[in-house]
């Protein structure tokens, strides 16, 4: 009989999506998303492991030019004195980089490489995750630490490569890193916001999501 897990979003029955020698995926039916069999993900060394290989130099002109959109965004929306924290920053804090350049309060947070809980302990008027929430194991839990971190106006801004109708999941590049566990469908975004209780989001180029308190 075939194995029907729970999702880590929304807690919905899911089913097999697709399965090869090392990896097993499901798929939830309610909110769309896909994720790794829970027994196949890396343990706390492995995945820091995994990290430490990046080459994530932050005065790389083509790390920059990858998180500019981000960026961007945040500048367009907050001010230099609006307090930020950059969730998931990694080895190399490129985005908190570009913005305390422009003069912007940031703070970090990464449970492997910046693991201040103090950082926690705060509310900011936005967070950004660059390349983070792909690798959430509990998503979840996750939302709702990030949901409790804004404040009322707030902006939570994420960048992953969404699983869409058009990704042939079997040859899709974005599950073959091996720190990858949960992949967001437009559904799930949806589901997220309403949840949560965003007042909107946006979704830009299946790859940058903008979620907002207010209108």
């Known amino acids: 009989m075939e194995e029907e897990l729970p999702c880590p979003l929304c807690e919905s029955a899911s089913t097999l999506l ?9 798929r939830c039916a309610n909110c769309l998303s896909a994720f790794l069999h829970p027994s196949q993900r890396l343990s706390f060394a492995e995945e820091k492991r995994r990290y430490e290989l990046h080459n ?11 998180v500019t959109p981000l960026v961007e965004r945040i500048v367009a929306k907050h001010a230099p004195e609006d307090q930020g924290l950059d969730f998931g920053a990694g080895t190399g804090p490129v985005i908190s980089k570009l913005l305390k350049d422009q003069g912007y309060q ?8 910046w ?10 008027d ?3 995750l660059c390349e983070v929430i792909e690798h959430f194991y509990h998503p979840r ?20 490569s969404l699983f869409t109708e058009t990704v042939d999941f079997p040859t899709w590049y974005y599950k073959n890193d091996e720190t990858h566990t ?6 799930s975004i949806r589901w997220i916001a309403e949840f949560f209780g965003f007042q909107r989001f946006t979704i830009t180029d299946d790859t940058i999501i903008e979620f907002s308190l207010t209108d």
């Open 18 to 26: 697709y399965h090869n020698t090392q990896r097993t995926y499901y």
């Open 56 to 66: 994530n130099d932050v005065h790389d002109q083509r790390y920059q030019k990858f």
């Open 106 to 113: 940031i703070s970090m947070y990464d449970p492997f490489f």
């Open 115 to 124: 693991d201040d809980h103090h950082a926690l302990e705060k509310t900011y």
């Open 126 to 128: 936005y967070i950004v």
């Open 141 to 160: 839990k996750s939302f709702s630490l990030l949901r409790s971190l804004l404040n009322p106006s707030g902006t939570l801004f994420c960048r992953t």
């Open 182 to 187: 949960f992949y967001y469908h437009p559904q």
